[in-house]
């Protein structure tokens, strides 16, 4: 079963040959053979395509009725007969590659459609796609073969590279975006930073916000993502970083390159987030925290103090993996002992 075709733009047909030159394989004499598309291991056909990546995926493969398998040499052995193992030594890196063969990027259908309001000093780049409804403010600039998406907005004076793609009803403001960023449905960049003060009188007034959004090439922003811009400098988000679905990130926050940020984190104003580090889902940064490079912070974990490069930390408040796990049991065991006491 592979994609519906409803929603999904096929290549079509493709030749056994096709495929192993994409991943680098050689040619082999049922070169000829013809598949359809790409399908999950439980869900392929005898015309698709599917992966197998770890042993915990055995029993999926050799249930499997796929035509082909991209899979491990340590695994090819259990691929069911009639079905063509494609040994690689990275099963996803070598399907996705497939999978885009048949379901190339969604490219620009260039025109502007008569809804859109485009401010007359607006520049707007050769072959972009701009939908139903969109706004695109003075001075702004789109880059060349870009998809503004209906009802999305673009405000004064920002600028999106080439090979963007802006998703139904994202904003950006007082924003600089490199090429092939992406803003999925919902987006909300260069949002005012919460930063304000409070009176003797009991007065919130609130801070000026004065600094933008720069965000480095290809970097992709989730559906309902929430992007403060700086209060006085920049909010900065790395080149290649990934940001899933329903983020905060609040004013002057640094997040460097390839970083990835899991649904429903949020990080408070002025921190900064390493070169390739990881937070997880509903992780809680503190402001004016530092999460070194390829650090990883477990998911609902509560950050108050800087993490150093490369360090693991679980839990609120947050500590080294290690060490939370080791506090983790020793609390087990404690409530184990309390509750035999009970009722010894």
Not at 233 to 239: C, N, Q
Not at 249 to 257: C, D, E, F, L
Not at 293 to 305: C, D, E, S, T, Y
Request: net charge neutral.
């Amino acid at each position: 079963m592979g994609a519906d075709s409803r929603f999904y733009a096929s290549a079509g047909s493709l030749t056994l040959g096709v495929l192993r030159t994409t991943i680098g394989l050689a040619a082999a004499e049922d070169d000829a053979r013809h598949f359809g598309g790409v399908a999950p291991l439980g869900l392929a056909g005898p015309h698709d395509v599917a992966f197998m990546e770890g042993r915990k995926n055995l029993p999926a493969l050799k249930a499997t009725k796929a035509g082909a398998v991209v899979i491990e040499e340590a695994f090819a052995e259990h691929v069911p007969a009639g079905s063509v193992p494609l040994v690689v030594a990275s099963p996803q890196a070598e399907f996705i590659k497939i999978a885009r063969l048949y379901h190339p990027p969604v490219q620009p259908k260039p025109g502007i459609h008569p809804s859109a309001v485009i401010a007359p000093d607006a520049v707007i780049g050769a072959g972009c796609e701009i939908g139903a409804l969109v706004y695109v403010g003075a001075n702004a600039e789109i880059g060349a073969h870009s998809i503004l998406e209906h009802h999305c907005s673009i405000g004064d004076g920002c600028k999106l590279g080439a090979h963007g793609r802006i998703h139904a009803h994202a904003s950006m403001a007082y924003c600089i975006a490199g090429e092939r960023v992406v803003l999925h449905p919902g987006a909300r960049i260069g949002n005012e930073g919460f930063g304000f003060i409070t009176t003797p009188q009991g007065q919130h007034v609130t801070m000026p916000q004065l600094g933008r959004v720069i965000i480095g090439d290809g970097a992709e922003i989730g559906a309902g993502t929430c992007i403060d811009r700086g209060a006085g400098g920049d909010t900065v988000i790395g080149t290649g970083s990934r940001i899933d679905n329903l983020v905060q990130i609040g004013h002057n926050v640094t997040i460097g390159h390839g970083a990835v940020i899991v649904g429903q984190a949020g990080i408070a104003g002025s921190s900064s987030i390493g070169d390739h580090a990881v937070l997880a889902g509903q992780a809680g940064i503190a402001g004016h925290v530092s999460i070194g490079a390829k650090a990883r912070v477990g998911a609902q974990a509560g950050v108050l103090n800087d993490v150093p490069p490369g360090i693991d930390v679980l839990g609120s408040p947050a500590w080294p993996a290690k060490e939370t796990m080791r506090a983790f049991a020793r609390l087990r065991r404690l409530a184990s002992s309390k509750t035999n006491e009970k009722t010894g």
